[in-house]
């Protein structure tokens, strides 16, 4: 025997392909790409995967066992994600043809149940023999609520069909039998079954029956399998897609899959998408309806700025307040490279001032040393922290930026936009305003300080005059065309031009 099955192994590696291999008290677990078999022995046993010419054994206790939540929907063609295996219920070595195998719904007729255009298919040469699907090993036992859900598919031809379940590689015991009721038939079936009565168990493997009336290629189907700790109200993010690159301001696109793993539908209005780049959250999309045991697209898009020249980080969360399960609603970060095009840029971004009580601050820059006398400069762009706040034309190179707060740092970047494109960022520059009330310089037209008071000369915006206790001692209104001396008594005061704000001292100095 052991000779038989050594030869009957040898052949298996060069087909490539399913193959059922019985035997009294030793036997072969086959694995191949497309299709999958397996038979039980009652002594000892081997694991062999076939994947092209290798060939590698491994033993049973060797196996894999999966966490929650595990699913399974044939997207990938002719093979699942995960190891299934197929067996023969009663023993027949010749029979090597009926099998459960993935198959495109225009081979079978049976629209698969998910919409991905595969579903699980038993294929009977020969009539009222029963084949089990069986799954790898799952351990459920810190789920509370651990449940099977799938959905099954059968014909007029179809002679049977029930679910097992075998807990640590005990006999498998049935927990599901199908009536095959005539009004049921050609129709997707969704079963929810239970499976807290296994969960002291280390793992579970479920058995999915099926027999046919007569030879069949395609009398009952599987589809969208999953064991999951199952909740009213769970809405999963399976993936994220995002382009490795991106051309600075150019729409970068990138898609969400969610997936409905609840008891109950979720609707648009009850969830919504955050997008961050960065850590920041940058957007938030409205959610679209799922039905239950559903995958949903969303769209979400940005347009990276020369800001990210350096690469950045986008990742999606969310925001599903019903949810009773929070672990699978974000994804890992996800890089892209932004390019951007090989332009001048500006140079000796600087700082000119900082008024915390405007407040405002004031930033000015160099030129751009032009490559070529071809090169047309049209504008400047400026970012704060990343984001893009404003632009100025040409001739300027200046920017007064009035929505900020004090005792705040920020850091901002300009480019140069020329006809060619826009260039890459200048250096970044940290602008901080600690303090509300910031020491200008003095402008001698509007404001002389002596010894004894102040000389005010022409200025176009009222003039007040405060001491340390708020209190307002003099007021100089607009349009004044001679200059105005204000006595003051020696002491630190606060001069109010406009917007601006000036820290003096009459009758000594004050340490800055």
């Not at 195998?101 to 629209?111: D, F, H, M, Q, R």
């Not at 969610?258 to 959610?287: C, H, M, Q």
Request: aromatic share 10%.
């Amino acid at each position: 025997m052991r000779a038989f099955l050594s030869y009957l192994l040898a052949f298996l590696s060069i087909l490539g392909s399913t193959t059922l291999v019985m035997a009294q008290s030793e036997c072969a677990f086959v694995k191949a790409q497309g299709d999958a078999v397996a038979v039980m022995a009652q002594s000892e046993c081997a694991l062999v995967k076939a994947q092209g010419d290798a060939v590698a054994v491994m033993a049973q206790s060797d196996e894999d066992v999966y966490s929650l939540p595990l699913r399974e929907d044939w997207s990938e063609e002719h093979q699942g994600v995960l190891p299934w295996v197929c067996e023969q219920s009663i023993p027949d070595i010749y029979d090597t043809e009926s099998r459960w195998y993935a198959e495109l719904a225009s081979v079978t007729g049976i629209k698969a149940q998910d919409e991905d255009g595969y579903s699980c298919v038993l294929t009977c040469n020969e009539a009222n023999r029963e084949y089990r699907l069986i799954s790898p090993r799952v351990d459920i036992s810190g789920a509370e609520d651990a449940s099977l859900v799938f959905y099954y598919y059968y014909t007029p031809n179809a002679a049977g069909f029930r679910v097992e379940v075998a807990a640590n590689d005990l006999p498998f015991a049935e927990i599901y039998s199908a009536d095959l009721a005539q009004d049921q038939r050609n129709r997707w079936i969704r079963v929810e079954l239970p499976l807290t009565d296994f969960g002291e168990s280390n793992y579970v493997r479920i058995a999915f029956i099926g027999s046919a009336l007569r030879v069949s290629n395609s009398c009952i189907a599987l589809d969208n399998i999953s064991i999951s700790n199952l909740k009213d109200h769970d809405i999963s993010l399976m993936a994220m897609m995002v382009p490795s690159m991106v051309y600075a301001n150019t729409k970068l696109r990138m898609e969400v899959t969610l997936r409905n793993n609840g008891r109950e539908p979720i609707y648009a209005e009850d969830y919504r998408v955050g997008l961050y780049k960065n850590d920041l959250l940058i957007s938030e999309t409205r959610g679209v309806s799922i039905p239950v045991d559903g995958e949903k697209v969303i769209n979400l898009s940005d347009i990276p700025l020369v800001v990210d020249d350096m690469g950045c980080y986008y990742m999606a969360e969310l925001a599903y307040e019903i949810d009773l399960n929070f672990d699978d609603n974000y994804c890992e970060p996800q890089e892209v490279d932004v390019v951007v095009t090989e332009l001048p840029g500006v140079r000796n971004l600087r700082q000119v001032y900082g008024y915390a009580d405007r407040p405002s601050i004031a930033l000015e820059w160099d030129e751009p040393q032009r490559h070529s006398d071809g090169q047309e400069l049209r504008e400047y762009r400026v970012y704060r922290d990343g984001f893009y706040i404003g632009k100025v034309d040409q001739e300027q190179r200046r920017w007064v930026d009035d929505d900020i707060m004090p005792q705040h740092t920020y850091t901002y970047r300009v480019s140069a936009v020329w006809k060619q494109g826009e260039s890459a960022a200048s250096e970044p520059i940290a602008v901080s305003v600690e303090s509300r009330v910031e020491s200008v310089a003095e402008d001698g037209d509007i404001l002389k300080i002596g010894q004894d008071g102040i000389t005010i000369g022409y200025c176009d915006r009222a003039i007040e005059i405060y001491d340390l206790a708020g209190r307002r001692v003099a007021t100089l209104t607009p349009d004044n065309q001679q200059s105005t001396y204000i006595p003051l008594a020696g002491g630190i005061y606060i001069v109010r031009y406009g917007m601006v704000c000036r820290k003096i001292a009459i009758g000594g100095i004050i340490s800055q």
